[in-house]
């Protein structure tokens, strides 16, 4: 067997699973606040209610997740939170009013941080040491690659042929998701009885990783700014008057993406994190300004292909840093450490810079922004000198 493989069924699977299962995500995020704003008649406070809903699940979920894989193993948690996700998509087309609406977003959100935590967890476990940057960028291209198609389908398909056809769609995408991930090979790593579930070690210790605090809090701080992109960059499009072209902004995200990750993946694994991460967090950077500066398509789209390959590179690196820190054993919490503040970040951004945006408006925000990403750099060395001198010690 090659050790060094990193194209494997089970690679190919859950990555193929993960990118189906964030194509609903986007599909919904997209479209439900239109469809509340429009065919429910709500206000715009019910439009972005459902998404931090979703959102507050997922992070609540995400270290009891952690648990659950130590007791049932990688494969079990994925599979079941994929037909949960199932089931709660179908409930969608029999969900008539606001509050039912609400419930069921949370619901879902909590068999999404599931999910995405077990899928972090099983190619957490399948990649190779030495290919460990290169396989966890490419795993994370197939959430880029959803956020490129999701918004740009579910927005073609819902002007359309409205919501239920929406609906259906990501019903159809769910259940391939689920199929896939029965597909993975069985994980033998727990074996713990259906009732045990509910025996969770409340501690923080428990819940969370210690060694991925310091990257996973470095990650926050700069999901705080990536969240100035995926909420308002649409918006930012109309005030431009490009509003037709800003579905693309993330197609030109992916694009220059997909084009960089054969690179930047193995570099990260050649020469070390800093070689990647401080280029990665200066192109982010300059993105933002470009982005301040527009006044039409083009710079618009060059800080699109700027800032996909500068968060898009930040990201899996610091997933990566977050789970090579843990034990064998506490991969799966690392994994939900991470992707909570993660998501912790987004949805604190989101509340903040849309509040700025009303006071300062969009270009003094993005160009504020990207001050306040160059402070990440050392925010992120803060972060690399306290692994630096955790080892020390342990050395000694």
């Not at 079990?76 to 994929?82: E, N």
Request: aromatic content about 14%.
């Amino acid at each position: 067997m090659n050790k060094t493989k990193l194209w494997t069924k089970d690679f190919i699977g859950v990555s193929a699973g993960n990118f189906f299962l964030f194509m609903t995500f986007y599909f919904l995020l997209v479209t439900l606040p239109v469809y509340i704003l429009q065919g429910q008649g709500g206000t715009e406070a019910q439009a972005g209610l459902v998404t931090t809903v979703f959102l507050i699940a997922a992070i609540l979920i995400r270290p009891f997740a952690g648990q659950w894989i130590g007791m049932f193993g990688r494969k079990k948690v994925f599979v079941t939170s994929l037909f949960l996700y199932l089931v709660t998509m179908i409930l969608y087309l029999v969900a008539t009013n606001f509050n039912a609406l609400l419930a069921l977003r949370f619901f879902q959100g909590s068999s999404f941080g599931m999910a995405t935590t077990a899928a972090g967890a099983i190619v957490a476990n399948i990649i190779p040491d030495s290919r460990r940057g290169e396989g966890m960028g490419y795993f994370v291209l197939s959430n880029n690659l959803a956020m490129a198609i999701g918004p740009f389908a579910g927005l073609t398909l819902f002007n359309g042929w409205g919501m239920s056809a929406a609906y259906i769609a990501c019903i159809v995408i769910s259940v391939i998701a689920f199929i896939i991930g029965l597909s993975l090979v069985a994980d033998h790593s727990g074996s713990a009885r259906l009732g045990s579930m509910f025996r969770l070690k409340l501690h923080p210790k428990h819940l969370f990783e210690k060694s991925a605090l310091p990257i996973a809090l470095t990650g926050a701080f700069f999901s705080v700014g990536y969240a100035s992109i995926l909420s308002f960059v649409p918006v930012y499009a109309e005030e431009l008057n490009i509003d037709g072209m800003a579905s693309y902004f993330f197609i030109v995200y992916a694009v220059l993406l997909v084009l960089s990750r054969p690179f930047t993946g193995r570099w990260f694994d050649q020469y070390g994190e800093n070689i990647i991460i401080i280029p990665s967090i200066i192109l982010f950077a300059v993105g933002l300004i470009v982005l301040s500066l527009a006044d039409g398509a083009v710079l618009y789209f060059v800080a699109a292909g700027m800032i996909g390959i500068g968060w898009g590179t930040l990201f899996p690196s610091f997933q990566t840093i977050a789970i090579a820190r843990a034990r064998p054993e506490r991969k799966a919490t690392a994994t939900a450490t991470f992707l909570s503040f993660y998501d912790f970040g987004i949805g604190v951004g989101a509340v903040v810079i849309g509040a700025a945006v009303a006071g300062m408006g969009f270009k003094t925000v993005y160009a504020s922004l990207a001050v306040y990403v160059l402070i990440g750099i050392l925010v992120y060395m803060t972060a690399a000198k306290t692994k630096k001198e955790k080892h020390h010690s342990l050395s000694l």
